[in-house]
């Protein structure tokens, strides 16, 4: 099973930037898309940011179009979330996830990590 550690989250004012970091035990290449969701209190978790790992193709929700870019590390097996001018409707648990297909479906999630804006 694939194991994705994320890293990176905490307490940020708003208007401030974080990054945040997705360690995956197992090369990029295995994987098909890696992405970035957010789940706040009480809501249902959302996409926030997709990269299509074979093309760098990346797709963003249009709630952080313009202030979150995904990018990847090959050689880190890493992706990473940049989240700048960050406000405080941004406030939830962070989960990176990863999808390869071996003759079916293959969805993996991370423990999540915690991003709260606030002054």
Known sequence: QVQLVESGGGLVQPGGS??????????????????????APGKQRESVATITLSTGSTNYADSVKGRFTISRDNAKNTVYLQMNSLKPEDTAVYYCNSF???????YDWGQGTQVTVSS
């Open 100 to 106: 390869r297909w071996l003759g079916r479906e293959y």
């Open 18 to 39: 974080l990054r945040l970091s997705c360690a995956a035990s197992e090369s990029l290449f295995r994987f098909s898309t890696m992405g970035w969701y957010r789940q």
